[in-house]
């Protein structure tokens, strides 16, 4: 799991599936989506961006809501799944189409 230091969240995004989660420290769902995201970490990458650090990547992206889980693949943009999911319910919904 990858925690976003710098805005450098284009650099990190690759070809396989990355998941970028959008969170904040003060955030109870999100706090709770920090299991979610624990089990998931050996199947996909996984970029966590602090909204309160990086409001210009939060705002590009049209986060409105948190916790909110972008999907990418090959760097594109294919998924934007929001609030909190179990480990499972959230897996289903990556592989959706």
Excluded at 27 to 41: I, Q, V, Y
């Amino acid at each position: 799991m990858i925690y976003l230091e710098k805005n450098n969240l284009d650099e990190l995004l690759d070809d396989n599936i990355t998941l970028v989660d959008f969170y904040a420290t003060w955030c109870g769902p999100c706090k709770m989506m920090d299991t979610t995201m624990e089990e998931l970490k050996d199947k996909y990458k996984i970029i966590k961006v602090d909204t309160d650090k990086f409001k210009d990547i939060a705002f590009k992206y049209r986060i409105m809501s948190i916790p909110t889980i972008l999907v990418f693949k090959n760097k594109e943009l294919i998924k934007e799944i929001v609030g909190f999911h179990a480990s499972e319910e959230l897996e289903n919904k990556i592989k959706e189409d």
